[in-house]
């Protein structure tokens, strides 16, 4: 029961971050492809003005699941770590890039310093959750065995099954951070930058559903058994809810309701992250720990299922008054896009009123 | 593995649930350990004091209305934002390496000590909410409901750091398991939590946070002094920031001494290793300077002071102290490593403790800054020299805990990934890191040459 409980956790963290830190690597990604200086100005100014205020606070779900990890499935966290060096490693360079390159843009005073610091902050974005979607596949295919380095470390993580978990999770972090953004160019009253986002959620949303259509195939054939989990039993009913939850996502953007699309978004990636829980039962590593073996002595969950469980007590209500304050508009910085500062100021950067 | 001559220790050993170290002194590991740590110790002294101050003149500003406390408050809540996050990413980097370069560590002991990171997680998630809230809430917020906001970031970097060197202390002084047949059994988290190194490494890393960031802000102010500029908001700047460090720095010699007596009563060891002790002595003397000769087992070319480190260490002239010999050559730290860098701190914290005390006399005295030039140049110093003597500290403790990542009862080279490529790794973290520090350092002087005045959209000086 208690190594099911921090299982919860787990899978909650990891919900939690490809919600919200996905949204904010695939505004990295929007960030990347918005073109040069001019034209991609102010959807660069959007992206810095939504990101600023909650990016660190979602970035610490990443660490909150190492941490249950390590703590709860101690053999797990090794094993894991030791075989999966090389995308764990880029993944954790990328993160210090892109942290660092998005904090010190907004201080950039030339042009030239605004666009180093973005293409690095923009390429590392669509790094990182490649390479954490890479790793993630390679538990997912049981190619990690338990022991220090006992898997291959090549072919862990570069198989079909880790390359489609990481493109797919670059393009749904892409999709959500697109109907995030379409939602707060709303707020803002910025009806060209709503419109732009709003074709960006619908082309990725379509391409997400290929790209996961596309998954299943591969997984089907390089990763059998959880293929079968997912398509059997509790798995299966996850990944329609998944797919009715996309398809909703992309009703209401197309209807532009972009306050419930959020909510539609993040039960989509809710129900694919909680539908590989379920198919990988009751393995933490397939084929070699099940959660029984991986976990830690009772004494140890329970101390953390405790210290955790008060630490809930804190911190939900001081993600809702963050989350509140930022939905409310009351943290928004007064929207510039971000090639204004370096040149003067033209009739089309004002603002053009509030739909 | 044990040879016969440590089997009275082996048997209290733990090899590691992974199994397989093909790096009999992980060098590589350790190098990269330590440089991940140098980065993101100094970014986090930030974390633990910039928040107090600048809340502390934040609340000045609520008393007075003068708006020159609200730009310097700004500006300095805007600074560790920024720092914050170069905080978070170089933390970040630590927690994967943990499992990168560590794995049987975490593998084996992961479940005593994880507790402590659980604690930590929920208290960066504070922090990073409300420095947030409190940043971006400048002028948006009600002014009580916004100081307010500033309250949680204090108290959530006290407890960020309370968490992990509660990991630490147990590092040296392992409690709370029990070891049967090389294994780890019978884990007791909440002993290894509130392990008896906590306290003293606790208060003396709180207070070196307070003198790291109090000396290098108050350092950039008093350049800007020379200089001549001697506005209001300046000399808020350097008195507020100096005040503190100034009070935190000769509170950190008796501190220090209480570590001392912690150590030599929990890891006699490493006691011997940072005064170069070879042979257990009754009043044994402290040697200033010199070097230790590991074939002698003594220190060449010091200066001695006899019975003083009894003193030191037991408060007892005539205690006995043991020495380095008292374990085998397998054991033992590396001794200079640890000698030098114990001196170096203790050095420098006595300079830095007379730089405070020069401040507090004269401003209770005279209410006023100290005249000499001297004296700002002295502050200009006082910055990078704290820094140098945290890093130094952690020398001591982490080398001085060498071979043991668990002191007396896993080994370093028990601990250490299979990898054998890790020179790549370090070359690029070091470019990373490279990058990093000349980034905060371009920024901070972005941000000082920018005027107060763009802060308050109003004139500050006068
Ligand atoms: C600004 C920084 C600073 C200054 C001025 C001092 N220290 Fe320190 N010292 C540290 C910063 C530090 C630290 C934060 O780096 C360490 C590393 C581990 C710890 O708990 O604190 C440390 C460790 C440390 C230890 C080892 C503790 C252990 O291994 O458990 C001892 C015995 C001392 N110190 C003693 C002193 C003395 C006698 C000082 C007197 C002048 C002194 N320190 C000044
Ligand atoms: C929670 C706190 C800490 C943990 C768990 C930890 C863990 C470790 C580990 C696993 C190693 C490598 C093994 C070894 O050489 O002993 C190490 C080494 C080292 N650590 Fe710590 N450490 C902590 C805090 C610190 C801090 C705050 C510093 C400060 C800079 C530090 C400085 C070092 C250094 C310099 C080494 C290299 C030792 C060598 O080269 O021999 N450690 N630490
Ligand atoms: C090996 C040891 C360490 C690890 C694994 C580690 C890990 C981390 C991580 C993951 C973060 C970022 C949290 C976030 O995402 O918001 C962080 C930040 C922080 N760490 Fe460390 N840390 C270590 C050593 C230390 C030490 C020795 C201290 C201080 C006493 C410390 C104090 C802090 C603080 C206060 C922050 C908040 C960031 C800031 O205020 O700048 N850490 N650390």
Not at chain 2, 304 to 313: F, G, H, I, Q, T
Not at chain 2, 405 to 431: C, H, K, W
């Amino acid at each position: 029961m208690l190594a099911e409980i921090c299982l919860g956790f787990v899978v909650l963290g990891l919900t939690a971050y490809a919600v919200l830190g996905g949204a904010d690597f695939g505004a990295g990604f929007w960030d990347l492809t918005a073109g040069g200086d001019r034209r991609g100005g102010r959807v660069r100014g959007m992206v810095q003005r939504s990101m600023s205020p909650v990016w660190e606070a979602n970035h610490v779900w990443l660490i909150f699941v190492l941490v249950i990890v390590w703590t709860a499935f101690p053999v797990a966290f090794g094993s894991m770590f030791s075989t999966l060096v090389i995308p764990l490693f880029l993944a954790a360079i990328g993160i210090i890039f892109r942290g660092a390159a998005f904090a010190l843009r907004g201080q950039a005073a030339t042009i030239r310093e605004a666009r180093f610091l973005g293409a690095v902050f923009a390429l590392s974005s669509v790094l990182v959750p490649f390479f954490l979607g890479a790793a993630l596949g390679g538990v997912a295919s049981g190619r990690v065995p338990v022991g220090n380095m006992a898997g291959d470390t090549v072919t862990s993580w570069w198989n079909p099954t880790s390359v489609t978990v990481g493109v797919l999770a670059v393009i749904t972090g892409a999709y959500i951070a697109a109907v995030y953004l379409a939602g707060d160019a709303k707020r803002a009253g910025l009806p060209d930058l709503v419109e732009a986002f709003r074709t960006r959620a619908l082309g990725a949303g379509v391409v997400a559903g290929a790209a996961a259509i596309g998954a299943l195939v591969v997984l089907r054939s390089d990763a059998r058994p959880l293929f079968d989990g997912l398509t059997s039993g509790d798995g299966l009913v996850a990944v329609i809810v998944s797919a009715a939850a996309g398809v909703a996502t992309l009703a209401l953007v197309l209807t532009r309701r972009f306050g419930p699309a959020r909510l539609t978004a993040a039960l989509a990636v809710t129900a694919i992250v909680v539908g590989w829980a379920l198919a990988q039962d009751p393995y933490v590593l397939p084929d070699e720990l099940t959660l029984e073996q991986a976990a830690a002595s009772d004494a140890t969950l329970l101390a953390l299922v405790v210290s955790v469980g008060i630490g809930f007590l804190i911190l939900v209500p001081s993600l809702w008054y963050l989350y509140r304050l930022v939905l409310q508009g009351r943290l928004d910085q007064d929207y510039e896009p971000l090639d204004q500062r370096f040149r003067p100021q033209t009739a089309s950067d004002r603002p053009r009123g509030r739909t | 593995m044990a040879d016969l001559g440590t089997l009275a220790a082996a048997a209290q050993e733990v090899a590691g649930s992974l199994g397989r170290h093909p790096a009999p002194d992980a060098l590589e590991a350790r190098r990269m350990q330590a440089l991940s740590l140098a980065v993101h110790i100094p970014i986090v002294c930030f974390g633990i004091a910039f928040p107090a101050m600048f809340l502390f003149v934040h609340g000045l500003y609520l008393r007075t209305g003068d708006p020159a406390y609200k730009a310097l408050a700004k500006r300095w809540s805007k600074v560790a934002l920024t720092i914050f996050a170069v905080g978070v990413v170089t933390g970040t980097i630590l927690s994967f390496e943990f499992g990168l370069l560590w794995p049987d560590f975490m593998a084996t002991f992961g479940e005593v000590f994880g507790l402590a990171f659980g604690l930590e997680g929920v208290s960066f998630f504070v922090e990073a909410i409300f420095i947030a809230i409190y940043v971006y809430g400048w002028d948006r917020l009600s002014p009580r409901a916004h100081f307010l906001t500033g309250i949680p970031i204090v108290i959530s970097g006290f407890a960020g750091s309370f968490n992990v060197i509660a990991v630490n202390g147990w590092m040296n002084n392992p409690e709370g398991f029990t070891v049967a047949d090389g294994r780890v059994t019978d884990p007791e988290p909440w002993t290894a939590l509130f392990n008896e190194n906590l306290a003293h490494e606790l208060v003396h890393m709180y207070i070196a946070g307070y003198i790291v960031a109090g000396f290098i802000v108050a350092g950039v102010y008093a350049s800007a002094w020379l200089k001549g500029r001697r506005d209001r908001y300046h000399r808020t700047g350097l008195v507020v920031a100096l005040s503190f460090a100034a009070l935190a720095a000769p509170v950190q010699i008796i501190v220090g001494d209480w570590a001392g007596a912690r150590v030599a009563e929990t890891q006699p060891v490493k006691l011997a290793a940072m005064e170069g002790l070879g042979e257990t002595t009754e009043g044994a003397p402290f040697t200033f300077g010199g070097f230790y000769d590991t074939e002698d087992n003594e220190v060449k070319y010091g200066l001695e002071v006899p019975y003083m480190l009894s003193l030191l260490a037991y408060h007892d002239p005539n205690a006995t102290v043991q020495g380095l010999t008292s374990v085998p050559p397998r054991d033992r730290p590396p001794v200079n490593w640890v000698r030098f860098a114990f001196q170096t701190m203790v050095g420098i914290g006595t300079l830095l403790a007379l730089i405070g005390v020069v401040f507090a006399l004269t401003w209770w005295r005279k209410r006023r800054l100290p005249r000499s030039r001297l004296f700002y140049y002295a502050v200009m110093a006082a910055g990078p020299l704290s820094l140098v003597a945290l890093i130094c500290g952690w020398i001591t403790t982490e080398v001085g805990r060498q071979p043991w990542i668990v002191y007396e009862t896993m080994r370093v080279s028990d601990a250490v990934t299979a990898s054998d490529s890790l020179e790549v790794g370090f070359a690029v973290l070091v470019a990373v890191y490279l990058f990093i520090g000349g980034a905060l350092f371009w920024l901070i002087r972005r941000l000082t040459a920018r005027p107060p005045e763009t802060e308050v959209g109003a004139p500050v000086r006068h």
